[in-house]
């Protein structure tokens, strides 16, 4: 125990702390949310089903947490193309085996026996592990739109193109949000990811016209009064659940949405579970806990010893924070439903894994800067050889040429 307590002395305790709180209690309303779906599942012979299957998910991400914290963030860079090409080899897989399996349409999981991987999740932190290392070796040329800024577009052309015909929109459009913030953090012409959107919104528009689900969420959500009344059950009581949990809420156990009225409640909607039982000082308590995580992700971003950390750290907070208040928008019927999780809240397999093992990079980021040999060289190479003198200002590394924050 004191080797741990020696290893967490290293990195960023308080968000080291806020995971743990925040995995507690997703861990215990997870219970609460899916109690009466595994009684039902299991004809009454246990209540913990679905929260067994949670916590051993919950293990296996805290065991990749904890190796990414002690492997230097660095080795991501060397082999970052290679972590893409294996999550394109994933998805790729993913689709031909379901046309073997004769599904009518690719799945987004990739089963291996007893075991299921959702390959968009593993796509989408390789997609910002790439982006970050190509942004730290080719930042002089991220400008030039043939010899940078085409490299980039054309690696998330290939991950979106295989996440959107899963099919998988909210993923897709994720990926794009994530990967355009980084780019333009990274100095991207803002005439290029101009045009860029322009036809990635293009896309998104004939993909949505050709598929009837997707369409169908969006005809939902812009004109309900147009739809038929089971498409709108779901939000209907989500938003029931929240006004029912008031502002203290009634209390741990006590939701009546779980008793078959919210379906699925321990999945995508188990944010208005914590709404009905917790009440208005839950759901923020939740929400201020996500936003803590960001916050402590900026502030490792911007004392990261190089560029690679800083672009590392920023897409995976970009992504966390996403993923979390969409989810909570959804619920709250403020944009479509898209079927995104709440990050280590949700029941979900691979991604409560991937979700953790991005935060442990992260926490390896914020230790990196205490390293007397990283402290030695990253101030030169980014400030210039005047490290508290006026240099400072003027070079921030290159970014700050664009107007970017950093």
């Known amino acids: 125990m004191s080797y741990l307590n020696i290893i967490v002395k290293k990195y960023d305790k308080f968000l080291l702390g806020a995971i743990v709180v925040l995995c507690v209690f997703g861990t215990v309303m997870l219970f609460s949310a899916s109690s009466i779906r595994s009684l039902e599942i299991t004809s009454s012979r246990t209540d913990t089903l679905y ?13 990749f947490m904890f190796f990414f914290m002690m492997v230097d963030y660095r080795k991501l860079k060397e082999w970052s193309l290679h972590i893409l090409g294996g999550a394109v080899g994933l998805l790729v897989l993913t689709l031909v085996m379901n046309m073997i399996q004769g599904t009518s349409s690719p799945s987004r999981w990739l089963y291996l026996g007893p075991v299921s991987i959702q390959t968009s999740d593993i796509a989408r932190i390789a997609l910002i592990i790439f982006l970050a290392a190509f942004i730290h070796e080719k930042q002089e040329h991220i400008k030039d739109f043939y010899n940078g800024f085409l490299t980039c577009i054309l690696a998330i052309g290939s991950i979106v193109m295989l996440v959107i015909i899963q099919p998988d929109l909210s993923t897709t459009t994720m990926i794009l949000i994530i990967s355009f913030v980084m780019l333009f953090l990274g100095g991207a012409k803002v005439q290029h990811m101009m045009a860029t959107a322009g036809v990635s919104l293009t896309f998104l528009s004939i993909v949505i016209m050709n598929w009837d689900y997707m369409r169908s969420r969006i005809e939902s959500f812009l004109n309900p009064e147009t739809v038929r009344p089971e498409n709108l059950h779901q939000i209907k009581q989500s938003m029931i659940s929240l006004a029912n949990g008031g502002f203290f809420g009634l ?75 969409i989810n909570a928008a ?10 995104l999780v709440m990050p280590l809240i949700s029941y979900g397999g691979s991604g409560v894994v991937v979700h953790l093992a991005s935060l442990g990079i992260l926490l390896n980021i914020s230790q990196s800067k205490r390293s007397v040999n990283s402290d030695a060289d990253w101030r030169k190479r980014i400030y210039g050889s005047d490290v508290d003198g006026s240099s400072r200002n003027n070079h921030v590394f290159t970014l700050t040429s664009s107007g970017n924050p950093f």
Do not use: W
């Open 51 to 63: 929260l067994q299957a949670h916590l051993k998910r919950l293990l296996l991400g805290v065991v």
């Open 251 to 325: 209390g741990l156990g006590n939701s009546y949405g779980k008793n078959y009225f919210l379906p699925t409640p321990h999945t995508d909607f188990i944010f208005a579970i914590i709404g009905e039982e917790t009440g208005l000082i839950g759901t923020l308590f939740v929400l201020t806990l996500f936003m803590f995580i960001f916050q402590r992700g900026i502030h490792i971003a911007k004392a990261s010893p190089d560029i690679f950390g800083v672009m590392l750290a920023l897409g995976i907070s970009c992504s966390f924070i996403l993923y979390a208040f």
């Open 330 to 339: 959804v619920v709250t019927n403020l944009v479509p439903t898209t079927g």
